[in-house]
DNA sequence: GCGTTTGCCTAATAGTTTTAGGCAAATTAG
DNA sequence: CTAATTTGCCTAAAACTATTAGGCAAACGC
């Protein structure tokens, strides 16, 4: 019989490709089969089992998109370094709206830990050296940051500002002007 | 045979109650026939598909979500809106994840448009009277609130903040401080 | 070439979704 | 109060997904 040539490796890489055409949720291991010619079986020698799929496809995402925000924030610092990483997010997003979905996949604490999502709290926080603030408010900002950015987001992926005037993009922007406004002027508690 | 009385709205009731147990993912057809004691095909007179309950759920999260909130701002304004506006999320995503996930579904335009979706704008509008925003930074705002609230509750429950110093309550209240100094005193373009 | 490893296969089991058609219970009518 | 009708839940069946076990042949190491 021909040897496709699987290796985790090239499922897992093709089925973030899956994910962007037609969504995390549909992506299968039935469909990635049937996407490399080869019976459903076949894969189970890549990977463990459907679930160990999707977290792959996660964590390829959350590095993707780890070293997009490396690369972004490399040399800027301020609001300059804010709207950089704001729209890292905001464009992967956009652009692999399935592998964004993927990086919102829960991983179990061990995983979590190991994975590219740590790089991203860092890079959150190194971006807040460019502000004045200190422990506990930087970490309450880290936190505020991965809730406008992701909420945002996902809003706005998911049609939840669809249509309607003003445009998003300008929406975007004004949203990062508050949040340099409130980074600069952090309020007393 | 004995008759157990399904009613559509028994079935998404207790599709709603499961969701809340084991998530809204694994809210299937098949465990909601298990759980009333009947044969699955039984359920296809009640509810059109499988789309079709979970449509059903996320209607009534959105709804018991925007009765809470039309509570919970009844006779309040400023930041004390604010703050009752986003504990009512946090609140109820803590309370039911499965619903808020259900609520959280994308819908279709049409079913979008005549869900109590359109209240919760209307609220957060009428939330903003309290400050001194006009058009088209209203809808800005309005979608910073929608963003800051999504983003934070889902992060929380997905556990993005998990376990870590300072606790999430105080980053909570911090977040909401922030957003209203923001909305006091909301950026010029 | 020969043996070993390894890749993909067939076969089989189990669970979910959905449709079609049937019988009996509940409801309405005469 | 029986008879007719509606309706509720059932059985049966097809299609798809997930997963495991075991087999054969291709690739590789010598």
């Known amino acids: 019989m021909a040897r496709v040539g699987l290796t985790t490796e090239r499922l897992v890489r093709a089925g973030a490709e899956l994910a962007d055409e037609v969504g995390f949720e549909e992506v299968t291991v039935s469909a990635l089969a049937r996407r490399f010619g080869v019976k459903v079986a076949s894969l189970y020698s890549h990977v463990r089992n459907s679930h160990d799929l999707k977290t792959r496809i996660a964590l390829l995402a959350l590095e993707e998109l780890a070293d997009r925000a490396a690369d972004a924030l490399a040399g800027r610092a301020g609001k300059d370094a804010l709207t950089a990483l704001g729209d890292v997010y905001r464009d992967y ?21 190991a994975s590219a999502g740590v790089r991203h709290a860092q890079m959150t926080r190194a971006l807040l050296r460019g502000y004045d603030l200190t422990e506990p408010d930087q970490t309450h900002a880290v936190r505020l940051l991965g809730s406008v950015f992701h909420g945002y987001v996902s809003l706005e992926l998911g049609g939840g500002f669809s249509h309607s005037a003003p445009d998003t993009q300008e929406t975007w922007s004004r949203i990062l ?13």
């Open 93 to 113: 997003a956009r652009e692999h709206p399935g592998r964004y979905a993927a990086a919102q996949l829960r991983l179990d604490a061990e995983t979590a830990a």
């Open 177 to 189: 002007d508050a949040l340099d406004a409130t980074l600069r002027n952090w309020p007393a508690p």
